[in-house]
């Protein structure tokens, strides 16, 4: 049987996609159901339960372990870590930082930090691992953990804030007093979402300007700037605006996260938009 011109075209299109094989992580990405900012890259969690990662590759950041994921995060410097469909950790990026010697168990979340990683149960036992951390197992039960330049920081279920790890920047063993819902470390700098919805910040302090008056759910420090979401998902900047790192968009959402130069905000419709630090976009 002898085809026509535009059959032998279709035809043709349809051996080519078979040979291509499944899309690939770059093309599922589309949406996004959790982000990780990083020093130059970006990491974000499809709704395939995929990690896709964009940027700064010289320790192997971006090299995500095949699998399925369900939670990532990344680290002020070089590493990156998630947790896969069956809960268990991953890490890989910068070896010394805590790639190696993950230890086996199943988890809800993860904080990667430089030096120090830490995973917490659904019943908000947290256990870490790391060059910088000698206590692996900090006492009490909590409900959010972050890590930072070798020491971590957890709010317990009574919602206080308890730090642990090496005793340098940020000052980790004195967080502040009263409740809180959220919290986020880097650097030399930390801050912490209070019951009220007021954000307060301890450490280092960033060049020229204070953490903003208003009512936030939550906050992500990066290496000289830092972000809160309001409650109505509106991203407020403050710090070191080089590049445009605290140069917000007027756009609503849900999730955001602050790398060393920019920022990414995750929007209801899963689309990561980001700001800053052009190399490290998704």
């Not at 691992?129 to 279920?157: E, H, L, M, N, Y």
């Not at 986020?184 to 953490?211: E, Q």
Request: hydrophobic share 35%.
């Amino acid at each position: 049987m002898r085809l026509r011109p535009t059959m032998k075209i279709i035809l043709c299109l349809a051996v080519a996609m078979a040979a291509a094989g499944p899309a690939s992580p770059s093309a599922e990405a589309a949406s996004y159901t959790r982000l990780a900012a990083g020093d130059g890259y970006t990491c974000g969690l499809t709704k395939a339960d995929r990690i896709v990662c964009k940027g700064y590759n010289r320790y192997g950041q971006t090299n995500v372990p095949r699998g399925s994921y369900r939670a990532l995060d990344a680290g002020p410097f070089s590493l990156t870590c998630g947790l896969t469909t069956a809960g268990r950790a991953r890490c890989w990026g910068s070896a010394p930082s805590g790639e190696k010697g993950v230890p086996a168990g199943t988890y809800a979340s993860i904080a990667a930090g430089n030096g120090i990683v830490c995973a917490m149960t659904r019943a908000g036992k947290v256990r870490c691992w790391g060059k910088a951390i000698a206590d692996k197992t900090p006492r009490g039960s909590f409900r959010q953990i972050s890590a930072g330049d070798g020491a971590a920081c957890g709010v317990t279920r009574a919602g206080r804030i308890r730090c642990w790890g090496a005793n340098r920047r940020p000052r980790p063993f004195t967080p502040p007093g009263g409740t809180f819902t959220n919290l986020s470390l880097n650097y030399g700098y930390a801050c912490a979402v209070a019951d009220g919805g007021s954000v307060v910040c301890w450490g280092d302090t960033l060049p020229g300007v204070t953490a903003p008056s208003g009512r936030f759910s939550r906050v992500t420090v990066g290496a000289r700037h830092a972000c809160a979401l309001t409650r109505s998902g509106k991203a407020v900047c403050w710090g070191d605006d080089r590049g445009g790192r605290t140069s917000a968009p007027d756009t609503t959402f849900t999730q955001i996260s602050a790398g060393n130069s920019h920022t990414c905000g995750l929007t209801r419709a899963g689309k990561a938009v980001c700001w800053g630090g052009r190399r490290a976009f998704l």
